[in-house]
């Protein structure tokens, strides 16, 4: 692709001529790597060029035919179509308290029933709406990975029943009291809310229990053809479930007057951070896309050979995907698309990357790069998107419609990390904020 004219010796790993592209495939793209001077060069498909060579211009463009051939290209080669929101979800309110966090908020918990008939697949909603301010609120939505019980030790919060994975308080994977609030720290509940944000969080395993299981259990079934046993090549991995999930949350916050909908941000770490920009690059409902340590397959660059791979992904998690994704581990260069455009496809709305400094595996340089080759799109629509050149220092987060901070430590979601988000938030979901309600 082009590179703006300001990058000048930013990105010099980018300038190759098309005629190299040939030799990119002989370049290593497997085993470990994070010795930054052994990435090699690489050639990122182009956004701005239609897949007959007409160059995009204009928003027009962009939005009739360029977004949507590049969506195509993520659907059938790395994360499967996904089906459409099914006609009729039943949404049942189990529990409330309206005093909850000492008064700070109201505490709602909503089943959804995902499947329309008793005894299917549920995803149970967690909803924290703040009290004392004028409704309706901006929200965030996000997936967690132990249960609703583990992001606070309130004993309100009903305990899991679902399926878990092995670790502390989870005994023959299911969960008990000892695991509630175990990952409080990812979910400073009371400062979203008393920055004046709702929150709703669902566990991840109500959607796909993440083992590869060839998809017996989970949403996926649901979905099957009369005598399909497992999804086509093209149909959609465990992330495209929980990208569908997190919309059916939010089809639920739609129903709630104490929420406002066109102001909710999703939100996800690590594997839910490549979610969570699936989720934002399919569904232009999210006003906001917020993606924490997402690294290969989320907001890292593909083509970068450092950290993770598409070889690894395939190896260790081939249920992520789609079964199209497993033909590039050792050829990720013929890979169509590149994690830059997938960014690219939250355009125009406000989006932010978030990295750490010591999370080497998920490639936090690579990370920044999808950003800064995301930014001609956003240069379309007359937006400003990072407003830097060069990868910032730990502790110094930058950005304008689009956002990004490299965080000291390791792979976490942190307090820190939450504070810039609302930060961020605050520019663009506030009424009257400079840059609310950008189409």
Known sequence: MGIPRRLGKALPVLCLSLGAVALLAQLPTRGV????????????????????????RDVETWRSRRRAEILELFRRHVYGRSPERPPALRHEVSAEDRKALDGLATRREVTIQ?????????????????????????????????GNHTVHPDPGIALSRAWQREGPGVVDHRATESSRGRASSRWPIETIVSRGYALATAYYGDLDPDYDDGFANGVHPLFYRPGQSRPDPDEWGAIGAWAW???????????????????????????????????????????????????????????????????????????????????????????????????ALVAPRPVYVASASEDRWADPRGEFLALKHAEPVYALFGLEGLGVDAWPEPGRPVGHTMGYHLRPGGHDLTAYDWERFLDFADRHLRRGAAGAGEE
Do not use: M
Not at 115 to 144: K, T
Not at 269 to 288: T, V
């Open 33 to 56: 790597n994070e010795d930054e001077s052994r990435v090699g060069p690489f050639v990122l498909p182009d956004p701005l060029r239609c897949a007959d060579g007409t160059p995009v």
């Open 114 to 146: 995902l499947s329309g008939d008793d005894g299917g697949p549920e995803l149970r909603l967690l909803l924290f709406v703040p009290n004392g301010v004028s409704r309706p609120v901006p929200a965030f939505v996000g997936l967690n990975f132990g």
């Open 245 to 343: 999930g997190l919309s059916r949350a939010l089809d639920h916050l739609e129903t709630d007057e104490a929420i406002d909908a066109a102001r909710v941000a999703v939100v996800g770490h690590s594997r839910l951070g490549k979610a969570a920009l699936w989720a934002g690059a399919q569904d232009e409902r999210f006003a906001i896309v917020v993606s924490n340590d997402s690294g290969e397959g989320g907001a890292a660059l593909a083509r970068r050979w450092y950290g993770e791979t598409v070889a690894d992904l395939n190896e260790r998690f081939p249920h992520w995907f789609c079964r199209n994704y497993r033909e590039y581990g050792d050829d990720v260069h013929a890979l169509p698309v590149d994690q830059h455009e997938l960014v």
